[in-house]
């Protein structure tokens, strides 16, 4: 009975900004490790990481961006609430796709370094939320 339900994709211009959002629900309180990320899709592409975070143990966390987003792109969550944030900044033409969340509980941290960027990673999917940028 788990779903997650991304939103605050929109049609911006290049340089814009928007803020994603996703929510789960249907999951329990705490999890020794949670593994999240954004993905992001367009039409005759394969599906690829934005940005992926560990969360382990005393909330020691660890975030990985994508090159292509890097200073561009910002994660935030509440671990918690199982809620994850993606704000995105300066928004380009090639940012347009459609945007997924993803994430796992219990993942081991060399899982994580191993395969984080993998979408077969996580178990966990919303349907996604389109992020349209032009001109």
């Known amino acids: 009975q788990v779903q997650i339900v991304e939103s605050g994709g929109g049609s911006v211009q290049p340089g814009g900004s928007l803020k994603l959002s996703c929510t789960a629900s249907?999951?329990?309180?705490?999890?020794?490790?949670?593994?999240m990320g954004w993905f992001r899709q367009a039409p005759g592409r394969e599906r690829e990481a934005v940005v992926t975070?560990?969360?382990?143990?005393?909330?020691?966390?660890?975030?990985d961006y994508a090159d292509s987003v890097k200073g561009r792109f910002i994660i935030s969550r509440d671990t918690i609430k199982h809620l994850l944030y993606l704000q995105l900044n300066d928004l380009k033409t090639e940012d347009t796709a459609m945007y997924y969340c993803a994430q796992d509980v219990d993942c081991s941290y060399s899982d994580y370094v191993r395969r984080a960027s993998d979408a077969g990673s996580y178990e966990y999917w919303g349907q996604g939320t389109q992020v349209t940028v032009s001109s």
């Open positions: 975070i560990y969360v382990g143990s005393g909330d020691a966390v660890r975030a």
């Open positions: 249907g999951l329990t309180y705490t999890y020794r490790t949670i593994c």
